[in-house]
C-alpha cells in the first residue's frame, strides 16, 4: 500500500496534542506497524478546519490525480476538515480515485461500509465543534474589542510584538502629515498621489510587504515593479481618526466571509490610544473640505452605455468615461483608470471615443443579423426537407416493426416446436424404462 501523510493544525487547537509533529508521528507509526510504503505526506500550519483552500491539500490532491498513492493516513478525521459538507465531498473525491482514509487513532477506515455511520457522526461533531469555537472566538474578540485592542495598525504606526505597545514610524509618519499640508494647500487627492510617488514615499502596502514578507492583494505597482500611491489610499489616509490619538473599534462584522458595516453610534470609541500625529482641528478641518468637495451622487444623471464593460489589456483596469469639449461640441471618450490616476509610469494612454465603440458595436450586430439571418434560412430548410421526408420514414418503421412482429412470432414458434419434441422424447423415454423394468 502506498500511503500520504497529512496533518493540520489550527489556532483553536491544543497545540501539545495536536503539533504537527506529534500527528506526523502517529501517522508514521500506523504506517510502519502495518507495513506501509510512505510515498509523500503534506501538512497546513494555522489553518482552519473549514476552509479546504489549503497548499498540503493541494499537495494531496496532486498526487492522487497522478494515480501515486492509495491510503491517505490522517490522525483523526478532524484534521482533514471540520466542515461537514465540504469534508464528506473530499472523502468522495478520494474514493471515486479509489483512494481510501483512514484515521490513526480512531481506528475508522472510509473504505469500510459499516464506519460510515461513525464517519458521519464525526462529521457531525466536527462540525459544530468548529462554529462553537468560532462563536466563542468572536464573543472573545468583541470583548477585546471593547477593551481596546488593534491587531495591524493603521499607516503611520507600529507594534511592538513583545509589549504590545504602538509606537509611531517615523518615515510613514512624515508622509502622513505630508499628505495633510498638502490637501489643506489645495491638492487633490490624485495630485497629492503623484507627488507622492515622484518623491518615491513608502506607500502602505510597499511598508507592509516589507514587515510580513508578502503582499496584499490589489497591490498598485508600476510596469518596473515600485509600489504606487492611489486616489483611494490618499482618501484611507485623510478620513483615517487614528491620527488624533482616537482609536474605533467594531465598525464592521464579518458572517461567512461578508462584511456588514456597523452604524457609528455603534462603534467602540478609545481616546488617546494612538500617539497623535495630526491635530484634532486639523483633522477636522480636512473633514470639512472632504465634505464640501464630495461630488453629488449621479443617480439623476445619464449613464454612460460602456461604462464598466471596457479592459485595459496592458494592466487590467477599467477604462472610465470622461466629457471631453472640442470647438464647443462635447464628445464621451473612455480612458484607461490606470493611466488617468497614475499616469505613464503605471500604464500607457488609452483611450477610444463612444462614436467609435458605436460603430463597431454596430458593425458586430450587423455581422450577427446576417448570420442568425442565414441560419434561420438554413434550419427552414431543413424542417421543409425533413418534412417532405416524414411519410417515408413513417412508412419504413412501419414496415420494420412488422418483420419484428413477424420474427418474434416465428421464434414464438420454433421454441413451442422445440419445448413439444422435448415432452415426446421425455414420454418415449419413460415408456422404454417402464417395459424393461
Not at 82 to 108: C, K, N
Amino acid at each position: 500500500m502506498r500511503v500520504w501523510l497529512y496533518a493540520r493544525l489550527s489556532n483553536d487547537d491544543d497545540r501539545e496534542m495536536n503539533s504537527l509533529l506529534n500527528q506526523r508521528e502517529i501517522c508514521q507509526a500506523f504506517a510502519e506497524q502495518h507495513r506501509y510504503a510512505i510515498v509523500g505526506q503534506s501538512f497546513d500550519d494555522n489553518i482552519s478546519g473549514m476552509s479546504f483552500d489549503r497548499r498540503g491539500l493541494d499537495e494531496l490532491m496532486a498526487a492522487v490525480d497522478a494515480d501515486k498513492i492509495d491510503v491517505v493516513i490522517v490522525k483523526d478525521l478532524s484534521r482533514l476538515g471540520r466542515h461537514r459538507t465540504q469534508t464528506a465531498l473530499f472523502i468522495d473525491y478520494l474514493r471515486e480515485h479509489q483512494v481510501r482514509v483512514i484515521s490513526a487513532t480512531e481506528g475508522v477506515d472510509t473504505f469500510r461500509d459499516e464506519d460510515d455511520l461513525i464517519i458521519g457522526v464525526r462529521g457531525l461533531m466536527n462540525d459544530y465543534y468548529a462554529k462553537d469555537i468560532g462563536k466563542k472566538i468572536r464573543a472573545g474578540y468583541r470583548q477585546k474589542q471593547r477593551e481596546g485592542i488593534v491587531i495591524t495598525p493603521p499607516f503611520g504606526y507600529w507594534k511592538d510584538r513583545n509589549t504590545g505597545q504602538i509606537k509611531v514610524d517615523t518615515e510613514a509618519a512624515v508622509t502622513v502629515q505630508l499628505i495633510y499640508s498638502l490637501y489643506l494647500q489645495g491638492c487633490g487627492q490624485k495630485e497629492i498621489a503623484r507627488r507622492l510617488n515622484a518623491a518615491r514615499r513608502k506607500t502602505p502596502a510597499q511598508l507592509r510587504a516589507e514587515r510580513c514578507g508578502r503582499e496584499v492583494r490589489q497591490t498598485h505597482k508600476t510596469r518596473d515593479g515600485q509600489f504606487l500611491w492611489t486616489y483611494a489610499s490618499v482618501k484611507n489616509i485623510l478620513v483615517e481618526e487614528a491620527y488624533t490619538g482616537v482609536l474605533n473599534n467594531h465598525r464592521r462584522e464579518y458572517n461567512n466571509g461578508k462584511a456588514k458595516h456597523i452604524d457609528k453610534t455603534d462603534w467602540y470609541r478609545h481616546e488617546g490610544f494612538f500617539p497623535v500625529i495630526i491635530g484634532k482641528q486639523e483633522w477636522e478641518q480636512v473633514q470639512r473640505l472632504l465634505k464640501q468637495q464630495a461630488r453629488p451622487a449621479n443617480g439623476n444623471q445619464a449613464k454612460h452605455r460602456y461604462a464598466g464593460l471596457l479592459t485595459c489589456q496592458e494592466c487590467g483596469n477599467t477604462f472610465i468615461p470622461m466629457i471631453r469639449c472640442w470647438n464647443g461640441k462635447s464628445r464621451v471618450e473612455y480612458v484607461c483608470r490606470g493611466y488617468h490616476r497614475n499616469g505613464k509610469s503605471y500604464c500607457s494612454s488609452h483611450r477610444i471615443h463612444e462614436e467609435v465603440l458605436d460603430a463597431a458595436v454596430q458593425e458586430y450586430a450587423e455581422v450577427m443579423r446576417k448570420q442568425c439571418t442565414e441560419e434561420l434560412k438554413r434550419l427552414v430548410q431543413m424542417q421543409k426537407m425533413w418534412a417532405l421526408r416524414k411519410p417515408i420514414l413513417d412508412a419504413h418503421i412501419l414496415s420494420l416493426q412488422e418483420n419484428i412482429r413477424r420474427l418474434e412470432e416465428g421464434i414464438d414458434m420454433l421454441v413451442m416446436e422445440k419445448l413439444s419434441n422435448c415432452v415426446v422424447c421425455n414420454n418415449s423415454t419413460s415408456h422404454i424404462c417402464r417395459n424393461d423394468s
